[in-house]
């Protein structure tokens, strides 16, 4: 039976490359959380983008006036240039330009304001501009994803104007035969949609009512789609800019052939920014941790049931005005955000994604390493080109040369003997990192091979170590460097309020600082600090959270926990006032608005302060005892004993080791060795 669907497969698929230059690329569609081809193999695509209009084609100095003849001589040549200097793209996006659908001389506001759009208009140029140019794409090669018009207004609703402006233009589209009958053309659904009607009436993002509402809001014309013969890939956007994707798990778009398109940027997801990014503005970032969290949050949960493609994602130093994002290449599981980006996207295993840099400089771009560190923004390591093109090059299957160095590389700095201090319910990434001598880097999970002695504590996954549970365990790792394979053993030591610099953040809110030495907090102004949980902290089998100051409290500090993943949500707060210590009764926590929490899905858990004064922590933990204690007598055993060592929860973390030893290496808490409680509170 495999044979003869092969077989048939092939004979369609020749068939089709009689009617469409280009057509013998194979067949993709949506299987599971994956592109696939005919042959069941898992693609992910890399391309670029282009946009038909003047001002996008080099600020109209190189056609206008509606001058068909001359945009399209214009944008076929952009892409024989970037195919000519070498580039390994396989997909373009093409934006179908309101400059071609619009009322010419009728005043807009800007791409988002449709009061000028002629559906008549639209039909002609459909025909005379976009599809000539998405059959050209074709014949170099290049699989196909169609934009409308513009880009979405700040504020949506199912049913109004937009909507129905959306319904129009893909009913046009849909209804296409030379597009539908195509397997290589697919349609993202909209561009950068920002916030949606919620059930109250309100104008919101990243809700459960308007996440429920967006889906609403796409299934309506992918119905309408489908229900015209479209059988295409479609790709559904995200609010906030194309960047929230949480709520599609819980309300996904239903049918075949469904994808999620996503915008990546600078200062986005927590990614490490040089300047204020595109539309979501930014800050420098927190490096790999944040920004790994930030995708975790968004990206993940949606990619974990269908295929994402990045739609648009670019970055450079703002030197160079060259690059929307504003940022720098950077180095894998460290600072920067190129490098970071693309670790994240391969770990997840099923992103597709381009860059979104203008083709008029793809197009220029020469695979000659700057002389002397003379960069340009094509040879700078530290801009997207540059890295890009040899990581296309990898993705294409190229040889590249041999690298400088190759190491087994942790997110996380190891301590000695080993040892990696994990947040309970965050992550850990390792990978196998490349450095070629010309600046850039490959990664390589896929080299790793992992077992881990407790799987309820830890567990390995798309190139991550997730701290699942309380506890320490270890984990033995093989990985492939050079052809040789090394291993080495790393203890996890993995507890939810690790009072230590990179896993305790001051700067939730406002910009803060830290001392892990002393325990010393500022937050910022009204600032927040504490712990964030992207996928949430069960603390169900406790009975009490417990929080403990140590010296004056000068900034009316508030502990406060809350159970989603919104730091504008509705937590419940405990002053401390002239109290030390704060006990949260867990199954009674509720907020100012009377809502009752739940244990069980834990978010961010810190302390909110007036700011600009320090305060010191002593430490967070959770207890079963009402006065937030253990009963036990805060004392080392005797030094000439050997112990075992257990956390509060009774998993056992060591054996046998001299009891002058039992504290070294573990994280800030609280622990028993030898029948004895011991606190572990700074290094």
Request: overall charge negative; aromatic content about 12%.
């Amino acid at each position: 039976m495999k044979k003869l669907f092969l077989t048939l497969t092939a004979l369609v698929a020749a068939l089709t490359a009689l009617a469409w230059p280009g057509m013998d690329m194979p067949v993709l569609k949506v299987e599971g959380r994956y592109l696939t081809d005919p042959d069941g193999n898992i693609v992910n695509l890399h391309g670029f983008g282009q946009t038909y209009s003047p001002w996008f084609n080099e600020q109209g100095k190189k056609w206008s006036n509606y001058d068909i003849n001359a945009c399209l001589a214009y944008n076929k040549q952009k892409i024989d240039e970037i195919m000519a200097a070498g580039w390994k793209m396989n997909y373009i996006r093409m934006h179908m330009d309101p400059y071609w659908s619009n009322t010419p001389g009728v005043n807009v506001s800007g791409e988002n304001d449709i009061s000028a759009f002629s559906l008549t208009r639209f039909r002609t140029y459909l025909e005379r501009v976009f599809i000539p140019m998405a059959e050209y794409a074709i014949s170099k090669g290049l699989y196909v994803v169609m934009r409308p018009p513009g880009v979405c207004p700040e504020n949506i609703a199912v049913g109004d104007a937009y909507h129905d402006y959306l319904k129009q233009v893909w009913d046009v589209v849909s209804k296409k035969k030379v597009l539908v009958d195509n397997p290589h053309v697919m349609f993202e659904l909209a561009n950068e949609p920002v916030r949606i009607k919620d059930t109250d009436g309100q104008y919101r993002s990243n809700t459960d009512g308007c996440n429920k509402n967006l889906t609403q809001f796409f299934q309506e014309i992918v119905d309408l789609m489908r229900a015209n013969g479209c059988k295409n890939i479609l790709w559904v956007p995200g609010t906030g800019y194309q960047s929230q994707y949480a709520g599609f798990v819980k309300y996904p778009v239903k049918g075949e052939n469904i994808g999620y398109a996503v915008h990546v940027y600078p200062g986005w997801y927590g990614s490490d920014a040089i300047e204020p990014s595109h539309e979501l503005g930014g800050s420098y970032g927190g490096g790999f941790t944040a920004f790994s969290a930030g995708w975790d949050a968004q990206i993940k949960p949606v990619a974990e049931i269908a295929p994402v493609m990045v739609t648009e994602m670019d970055w450079a130093p703002s030197k160079y005005n060259a690059s929307w994002g504003k940022s720098i290449t950077g180095k894998m599981l460290n600072e920067g955000f190129g490098a970071n980006f693309k670790v994240l996207a391969d770990n997840t295993g099923n992103v597709s994604w381009m860059i979104f840099t203008g083709p008029e400089l793809l197009g220029q771009f020469k695979d000659v390493p700057a002389n002397g560190g003379n960069y340009t923004f094509f040879n700078d390591p530290e801009a997207c080109p540059w890295p890009v093109y040899h990581w296309f090059k990898d993705y294409a299957g190229e040889a590249l040369p041999d690298p400088v160095k190759t190491e087994l590389i942790f997110s996380s700095k190891l301590k000695q003997g080993n040892v990696c201090d994990i947040m309970t319910g965050s992550s850990v990434a390792a990978t196998v990192i490349s450095d070629y001598a010309d600046g850039y880097q490959l990664n390589g999970v896929d080299d790793i091979d992992v077992r881990i002695d407790d799987e309820s504590i830890l567990k390995w996954d798309d190139g991550k170590f997730t701290a699942l549970a309380m506890g320490s365990t270890k984990a033995e790792i093989e990985y492939a460097v050079n052809g040789k394979t090394e291993r080495m053993t790393v203890t996890f030591n993995s507890t939810p309020f690790p009072l230590i610099s990179g896993l305790f953040n001051p700067s939730i809110w406002e910009n803060g600082s830290f001392n892990e030495t002393t325990g010393v907090v500022t937050t910022g102004q009204y600032g927040f600090a504490g712990w964030t949980y992207a996928s949430g902290l069960d603390l169900s089998a406790f009975k009490y959270l417990v929080a403990e100051i140590e010296g004056d409290n000068s900034v009316n500090l508030s502990f406060r926990v809350f159970d989603d993943n919104n730091y504008w949500g509705d937590p419940a707060m405990y002053d401390f006032g002239s109290k030390k210590r704060v006990i949260v009764d867990l199954a009674q926590m509720k907020s100012d608005k009377g809502r009752t929490l739940s244990p069980a899905h834990i978010h961010i858990v810190g302390f909110w302060s007036l700011g600009g004064r320090p305060f010191t922590l002593k430490g967070v933990w959770v207890s079963n005892s009402p006065d937030g204690t253990s009963g036990l007598v805060d004392v080392m055993p005797a030094y000439d004993t050997t112990v075992d060592v257990y956390n509060l929860q009774g998993v056992k973390l060591r054996s046998g080791v001299p009891a002058d030893e039992a504290a070294e290496g573990l994280a800030p808490g609280i622990y028993i060795a030898g029948g004895k409680k011991i606190v572990v509170t700074r290094r």
